[in-house]
Structures are given as structure tokens and as C-alpha cells.
């Protein structure tokens, strides 16, 4: 099936430095979602795009939806204690026939030392 | 308030044994989705629907089975032919169609098998 290669797979970084994470795909997608994960809890929805070159922001994360549409990144500006999680990728692919179906990245998990 | 709820969130089993997972949304959502997670590792799609008594197989099917009697209902049963249950399972949902949608999770189910 489709696949989803998000990258770094972890990162351990200093509390106030810059993250950056990306995803790509064989596939054009049509949609880029980027979720967080708490341990142990759902994965919850950060920045959705919907346009290839949509650059959208939502506090100090900033996403963009690649011009070709085959790929995303996600930036962290400044980061804090509280980004510790892991961030996942998700994209729906265009004009597939399984158009309710979601593919999901590895994952990058986050730790922010203090 | 608006949202989907899955239940239990820790569940113990003895080998052998089917147990089903319950998944309630009240978004008005068409599609719902059943994920699995294992430790360190992103999520593989197991079933989804896109419509009430319609659903496929996603990427890991085997040895569970679903039933989407209602639109609000997606409820998930690990069968005793699967090898390895144990594992986070999360539910979610969206609206369906090709169209910009966006996927809200549970909170999860964390299935052990004993």
C-alpha cells in the first residue's frame, strides 16, 4: 500500500532551540495532517492543509503542504518541556478510490531537555 | 459536547478469548477508523467505513472484524486468531468523501492479553 516516510524518526533537543520535520511520499496527496501524541493517549490534530504551497501556522508550529504534493514539514519554533511527544504525519491520497482513508507517517518522537 | 469516545481505556483478556472495543462519535462523522499501535511504532490501519454497514479491510485486518450497524458506532472485536492483540488500539472518525476532511481520535484502548 501507500506509504509515508517521516523523518527524523526521534530527536532530542534543548528547551528554546527550533524543530523541523518532514514527510514524503511516492503518492500525491490531496490532504496533510500533522497530530501529536501524549503517552498513552489519542493522537490530537495540530494543523490540517488542504493546498499544495498552504504554508499555515497554529502558535509556534508552523506546517506547509508541499508544492509537488507529495510532501509536508512541520516546524517548532522555540520549543518547550510540554512539546515532548510524538508527531505524526497524515495524508489522503488524490483521486484515490479509498478516499476515506488515512495513511500515517512513523512518527518523530520529541524530548526537550530543560 | 461534540467528540468520540472509546472505552475501555485499559482492558485485560485471557488468550484465547474475543473481546470487543467500543468506539461512540456524535460529530455527525460518516467515516470511522480502527488503528493499531504498538510501543515506538506509528499506526497501521486495521478496518474503516465510509457508511453505515459498509467497511473495508485496511492493512492489517487479520484476526479482528468490525460491524457499523450505526452511524455513530464502530466497534471493533479482536478474534482468538489474532496472534498478537496486545496493543493501544485507537478509533477515529471524519467526514467522508474526497474532500478536505479532517480525522479526530478516542483516547485510546489499551488491550492486554494474558
Known amino acids: 500500500g501507500q506509504q509515508l516516510n517521516q523523518s527524523p524518526q526521534s530527536m532530542f533537543i534543548q528547551e528554546g532551540e527550533d524543530v523541523s520535520m518532514n514527510c514524503t511520499s511516492s503518492?500525491?496527496?490531496?490532504?496533510w495532517l500533522w497530530y501529536k501524541q501524549d503517552p498513552g493517549e489519542g493522537p490530537v490534530l495540530l494543523i490540517a492543509l488542504y493546498k499544495a504551497g498552504e504554508l499555515t501556522s497554529n502558535g509556534r508550529l508552523t506546517a506547509q503542504f508541499g508544492i509537488t504534493r507529495k510532501d509536508s514539514f512541520l516546524n517548532i519554533s522555540a520549543s518547550i518541556p510540554s512539546d515532548v511527544g510524538i508527531y505524526f504525519c497524515a495524508g489522503r491520497v488524490r483521486g484515490s478510490s479509498n478516499t476515506g482513508k488515512l495513511i500515517f507517517g512513523q512518527g518523530t518522537t520529541l524530548q526537550v531537555k530543560p | 459536547d461534540g467528540g468520540i469516545t472509546q472505552s475501555p481505556k485499559y482492558l485485560f483478556r485471557k488468550e484465547g478469548q474475543n473481546v470487543t472495543l467500543s468506539c461512540e462519535q456524535n460529530?455527525?462523522?460518516?467515516?470511522m477508523y480502527w488503528y493499531r499501535q504498538d510501543p515506538g511504532q506509528g499506526l497501521r490501519l486495521i478496518y474503516y467505513?465510509?457508511?453505515?454497514?459498509?467497511?473495508q479491510k485496511g492493512d492489517i485486518a487479520e484476526g479482528y472484524s468490525v460491524s457499523r450497524e450505526k452511524k455513530e458506532s464502530f466497534p471493533l472485536t479482536v478474534t482468538s486468531a489474532q496472534k498478537n492483540p496486545t496493543a493501544f488500539y485507537l478509533c477515529a472518525s471524519s467526514f467522508a468523501g474526497n474532500a478536505n476532511t479532517e480525522a479526530f481520535f478516542g483516547q485510546g484502548t489499551r488491550l492486554t492479553v494474558v
Open positions: 503518492s500525491i496527496f490531496n490532504t
Open positions: 460529530l455527525n462523522h460518516d467515516a
Open positions: 467505513s465510509q457508511i453505515v454497514n459498509d467497511f
